[in-house]
């Protein structure tokens, strides 16, 4: 992973893309990880087969490490969007991709 100099995180920036199988074990992680048993995410749903959560991938900003603040401790996550485009099904392929949309100073800190 490339570390990147605070003045290089410009708006616009391409921080990347990944690609992800969603396979019965990752929807498992996060069933547990937010002790949510929906039996849609496991078995049939309305829309045939098992369904993905939503938010399955929700910390995925936080693999794009190299490009971040170089002062990590004390910063805060403020923001990030999603657009969701249709039901993600267990067994898909889906990809991410993220981008710095804002920079900004307020009360002395730097936000990305």
């Known amino acids: 992973m490339v570390s990147v100099a605070k003045g290089d995180i ?5 921080i990347g893309a990944h690609e ?7 929807v498992g992680g996060y069933m547990a990880g937010v002790d949510d048993q929906n039996p849609w995410y496991t078995g049939s749903s309305p829309l045939g087969a098992a369904v993905a959560p939503a938010l399955l991938l929700h910390s995925e900003v936080y693999h794009y490490g190299g490009w971040y603040l170089k002062n990590i401790f004390g910063n805060l996550h403020a923001r ?11 067994g898909d392929s889906v990809s991410t991709h993220s981008t710095i949309v804002d920079r900004y100073i307020k009360r002395g800190r730097d936000y990305v």
Do not use: N, R, S, Y
């Not at 992800?20 to 990752?26: C, I, Y």
């Not at 990030?80 to 267990?90: G, K, N, R, S, Y």
């Open 10 to 14: 410009l708006v616009g920036q391409d």
């Open 20 to 26: 992800f199988e969603v396979t019965p074990e990752l």
């Open 80 to 90: 990030q969007e999603w657009d969701l485009f249709a039901p993600i099904m267990v």
